[in-house]
């Protein structure tokens, strides 16, 4: 991307929040995560501004002295660029551009950006323009977006042009032209899907940049593309299960049937919501999977955060209840190695891996055979008497089949669910 455009463009960030956060670091954590994605549009960080106050100014989203200071910071040291984590309103943004003069982008823009950019399928590309368009529709009149020749550069990729010089009725018939195309696309994605119906299908989700491409080429033996940059993947790519180790070969051959996996785009925090929605159908793999792998870069210290990002917007797109396995990767590079055991304590249905080295795949493979095969067993477990609290966690962990109170104690029938199965056993009489 970097040797695509004509110059690197300097740039600023900006953080804003009314509560006090100055000790929680979620500033820290969030400006990081916005310089990353800066770098990926190919920008230089040069400065972070933020500030936490009651007393903003609702014409500029923060205050004004603020505003002020980032104007002259800006005039100062030639920045082109000025970048804000919080979503800004066309207000905003014209007041912003007003006060800063220079290019002003929020994080969902930015995000949009990015994703034009990696855009590589017709499909891909026809999401991202639909995401665009929808985005821009309510801030059509901004400055710099009729001056986006001028200025070039992160921010104007994509539907620019029909941006800048068709009006709001052209732009809203160009939307309805994109939905019908990929309505098409659609169509023919449904009829593939019912043609893996005699696989079993797993997929590869995860935040963003967390290793999920690394890991369908270990396990498919292919070459989909990786790179150390946010949102690499905006494509499903599609593989069989083939990895050829000693140990991994014989677990696979008894597979009940082919297994498909499928590698998809990856999420982050405060996704656009017009980017989900377009992107549903690309998504819609993951919700007709038999079974996720949730990948987890374990080395980054805000991974737990990040888990919590990934299942919300799993829920999001519908896929919320199907099984997962959560994956932590890049263990090779994880410095406190003493954080596997609580981890693995805290979630049972989990393995440690590292997808670059292949360190750990037998392990993966073997708890994904449990977890796709257990399905169709059933256990049968006797309670005490009374021991309500025994079924009231059966309850909480398992898939109740069937409940029967009998003089001798509770039986319990319960599809078998490898999470729960250790623990219940002590519960067992
Ligand atoms: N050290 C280490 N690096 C890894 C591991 N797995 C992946 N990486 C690196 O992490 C970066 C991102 O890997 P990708 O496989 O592209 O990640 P992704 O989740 O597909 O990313 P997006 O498609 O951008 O969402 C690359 O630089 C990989 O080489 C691992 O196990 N250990
Ligand atoms: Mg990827």
Same mark, same amino acid.
């Given at each position: 991307m970097l040797e695509t455009r004509k110059e690197i463009e300097k740039t600023v960030l900006v953080y804003f929040s009314v509560k006090d956060g100055k000790n929680s670091y979620d500033h820290i954590q969030s400006l990081n995560e916005l310089?990353?994605?800066? @770098?990926?549009?190919? #920008? @230089?960080?040069?400065?972070s501004f933020y500030q936490f106050s009651h007393n903003y100014d609702s014409r500029f989203m923060i205050g004004k002295g603020k505003v002020q200071e980032i104007a002259g910071y800006v005039e100062d040291n030639n920045i082109s660029l000025v970048i804000f984590e919080n979503e800004l309103s066309y207000t905003h943004l014209r007041n912003l551009e007003q006060e800063?003069?220079?290019?002003? +982008?929020? &994080?969902?823009?930015?995000? +949009?950006?990015?994703?034009?950019?990696? #855009?590589?399928?017709a499909q891909a590309k026809l999401q991202v323009e639909l995401a665009q368009l929808e985005y821009s529709l309510p801030r059509l009149t901004r400055q710099w977006t009729h001056l986006s020749k001028q200025y070039g550069g992160i921010g104007t990729k994509?539907?620019? $042009?029909? *941006?800048? @010089?068709?009006?709001?009725?052209?732009?809203?018939?160009?939307?309805?032209?994109? !939905? @019908? !195309?990929?309505?098409?696309?659609?169509? *023919?994605? !449904?009829? *593939?899907?019912? $043609?893996?119906?005699?696989?079993?299908?797993?997929?590869?989700?995860?935040?963003?940049?967390?290793? &999920?491409?690394?890991?369908?080429?270990?396990?498919?033996?292919?070459?989909?593309?990786?790179?150390?940059k946010l949102f690499a993947?905006?494509?499903?790519?599609?593989?069989?299960?083939?990895?050829?180790? !000693?140990?991994?070969?014989?677990?696979?051959?008894?597979?009940?049937?082919?297994?498909?996996?499928?590698?998809?785009?990856?999420?982050?925090?405060?996704?656009p919501h017009n980017l989900i929605e377009s992107f549903k159908s690309t998504l819609s793999e993951v919700v007709e999977s038999d079974l996720l792998l949730h990948v987890v870069d374990v080395s980054n210290n805000n991974f737990e955060e990040q888990i919590k990002v990934v299942n919300e917007t799993l829920e999001e797109i519908g896929a919320k209840g199907k099984p997962i396995l959560l994956v932590f990767n890049k263990v090779d590079i994880l410095e406190n190695k003493e954080m596997i055991k609580g981890l693995s304590q805290k979630h049972p249905n989990s393995v440690f891996i590292s997808a670059k080295k292949g360190i750990n795949s037998a392990a993966l493979i073997l708890k994904v055979k449990e977890m796709l095969t257990h399905d169709t067993k059933e256990t049968v477990i006797k309670l005490k008497p009374h021991d309500y609290k025994g079924l009231s966690t059966l309850y909480g962990n398992s898939e109740i089949r069937e409940v029967k109170y009998l003089k001798t104690g509770i039986k319990v029938t319960i599809k078998t669910k490898p999470s729960g199965k250790k623990h219940l056993e002590k519960k067992t009489i």
């Open positions: 310089s990353s994605l800066a @770098e990926t549009a190919g #920008a @230089e960080v040069v400065k800063i003069k220079c290019k002003i +982008l929020d &994080k969902s823009n930015l995000i +949009l950006d990015i994703f034009a950019r990696n #855009a590589k399928t994509g539907p620019g $042009e029909t *941006q800048i @010089e068709t009006d709001r009725r052209l732009i809203k018939k160009r939307i309805s032209v994109l !939905k @019908e !195309k990929l309505e098409k696309i659609n169509v *023919q994605r !449904k009829t *593939q899907a019912d $043609e893996r119906k005699n696989f079993l299908r797993l997929s590869l989700v995860g935040y963003t940049n967390v290793g &999920k491409s690394t890991l369908l080429n270990l396990l498919t033996d292919s070459d989909v593309y990786v790179e150390n993947t905006l494509d499903t790519s599609t593989r069989v299960l083939n990895i050829k180790t !000693k140990d991994t070969e014989a677990v696979i051959s008894k597979f009940p049937k082919k297994v498909l996996i499928s590698d998809t785009v990856g999420f982050i925090k405060n996704l």
